[in-house]
């Protein structure tokens, strides 16, 4: 947008001796006279405050060729303080004080220029008049060359020249220049890397309100890049970004309530600025705030509602809501239950290495559910996500391997991601294990450590492992006979109306296993 500024009167207030004197010069056509007088009433300075009284003076003025009256009377008709609102007016009075040298106009004119106001839009020419007003030091025109360098536009790309125009402006005060700077020295863009000097800038911006340097500061304390790790910092700096609408400090801030870092926590107070944000269209405080009303934390439960911000999160390419709305679709939460849609939302967030998804595409493959059914492609990603470390593909993948599904069949391979997922808690996977121990199918027969992965299953509440542990109790296989311990595992899988552990227990003579 414009640098929607008047350019100051040179002449202090109190230098102005005699209001009527002034309009006595300016009413014989004096333009300097009429260029103040056009102050004065924009100011109300001696004269009652009157926008079209200083535009009618600035026009006599500019009609002398007076720069300042051309580049103020510019301003009038972009905001329309005084006349009609003209971008074309605007654009035709930046010009000729421009074309005089004044910075502020060239500014301007090289905005007009950059968005297309009433002009044929041109970074070309943006960066021409942006430049002539940076060599004159006018900070914005050096902060909007500095971001041209940055992007590209209308200039050859290059960070270099990108930082040496932020510098410019930032030592000059400009907080959005002081951002973009910062921004420089937190990616190492065109300088050397380094949090300590995005702090330093950020601060400054922040400082003067900057919301986006605000958000930055909050981050960079958050996770105690360049600055010692401070949530209660993080919290100061998110807050006064998203009471400015910053979407990013409002997500942020949710999640600091939410979790109860440096603020007391509160689920009402994390949705209250996850709805902020996701009315602005965050994916991030879309996601969040679905997950919420799935969960019923800080709203009613609504799984239709969890669906709507999933939706909108998942439309943006948020893997995670993908993967959340294509679990909606596949149980039928919120929406109609679609096979078909719960797979068009996994493979999305699949190919974005989601592992969940491509975990659940692969069952979907497995079972034929809303896809032809193919164990090559469900072990296409099941071992996608299992190389991520998912234990439910894990497993899967092992049992493909262990029946030869779509792979070549082996033991070993069924075995080796097994473990991986008995490791991380698998109960199925401890089973297994467990199962190729007790008959040495892929590994050396272990009595011993069957029973310990069996037990591991069984203490999760897996009936076939209490079972199978019970049985190693009963006739001491890899542990000491133990009647009352064998009866104490049959009993618990029978309660979950396991045959095999009822006529167990009925063999050792025992009726009732409540």
């Known amino acids: 947008m414009a640098k929607n500024e008047i350019s100051p009167d040179s002449t202090k ?12 010069q300016a009413e014989q056509g004096d333009a300097e006279a009429q260029f103040k007088l056009g102050a004065c009433y924009d100011n109300g300075n001696g004269v009652t405050q ?11 003025a500019a009609e002398q060729k007076h720069a300042r009256a051309q580049f103020n009377l510019g301003v009038c008709y972009e905001s329309g303080d005084g006349v009609p609102q003209s971008y074309s007016e605007a654009v035709k009075w930046y010009r000729l004080a421009a074309e005089q040298g004044e910075a502020s106009a060239q500014f301007n004119l090289g905005i007009c220029y ?5 002009v044929a839009q ?24 500095g971001l041209c360098y940055e992007t590209g536009n209308g200039v050859m790309q290059s960070y270099d020249e990108a930082v040496k125009w932020y510098r410019l402006a930032a030592e000059q005060g400009d907080a959005i220049a002081q951002y973009n700077l910062g921004g420089c020295y937190d990616r190492g863009e065109g300088v050397t890397q380094s949090y300590t000097e995005a702090v330093k800038w950020y601060r400054l911006a922040a400082e003067q309100g900057e919301a986006s340097a605000q958000y930055n500061l909050g981050y960079c304390y958050e996770y105690g890049n360049g600055v010692m790790q401070s949530y209660a910092e993080a919290v ?13 400090a409002q997500c942020n801030l949710g999640v600091c309530y939410y979790d109860g870092e440096s603020v007391p926590q509160s689920y009402a107070e994390a949705v209250k600025w996850w709805h902020l944000a996701a009315e602005q269209g965050d994916a991030k405080a879309q996601f969040n705030l679905g997950l919420c009303y799935d969960n019923g934390n800080g709203v009613p439960q609504s799984y239709s509602e969890a669906v709507k911000w999933y939706r909108l999160a998942a439309e943006q390419g948020h893997a995670s809501a993908q993967f959340n709305l294509g679990y909606c679709y596949y149980n039928g939460e919120g ?15 699949a190919e974005q290495g989601d592992a969940s998804a491509q975990s659940n595409l692969g069952y979907c493959y497995d079972e034929g559910n809303g896809v032809p059914q193919s164990y090559s492609e469900a072990v296409k ?14 497993f899967n993948l092992g049992l493909c391997y262990y029946n030869g599904e779509g792979v070549t069949q082996s033991y070993t391979e069924a075995v080796k991601w097994w473990h991986l997922a008995a490791e991380q808690g698998n109960a199925s996977a401890q089973y297994n294990l467990g199962l190729c121990y007790y008959d040495g199918e892929g590994v050396t027969q272990s009595y011993t450590e069957a ?64």
């Open 236 to 248: 100061k700096w998110y807050r006064l970004a998203a009471e400015q609408g910053d979407a990013s």
């Open 122 to 145: 041109s970074y070309t020419e943006a960066v021409k008049w942006y430049r002539l007003a940076a060599e004159q030091g006018e900070a914005g025109a050096q902060c909007n060359l």
């Open 335 to 349: 929406v109609t239950q679609s096979y078909t849609e719960a797979v068009k939302w996994y493979r999305l967030a």
């Open 50 to 60: 009157s926008y079209s009284e200083a535009a009618k003076w600035w026009h006599l």
């Open 451 to 514: 029973v310990k992965w069996y037990r591991l299953a069984a203490e999760q509440g897996y009936a076939s492992a209490q079972c199978n542990l019970g049985y190693c109790y009963e006739y001491g296989n890899g542990v000491t006979k133990s009647k009352s311990e064998a009866i104490k595992w049959y009993k618990k899988t029978a309660k979950q109306g396991d045959e095999t552990a009822i006529q167990n227990l009925k063999n050792l003579g025992i009726n009732d296993y409540d």
């Open 114 to 118: 950059r968005y297309g106001y009433s």
């Open 381 to 394: 990603w099941y071992k996608l996500a299992a190389e991520q470390g998912d234990a439910e593909a894990q």
């Open 13 to 24: 207030a109190e230098e102005i001796l005699d209001i009527d004197e002034l309009k006595k």
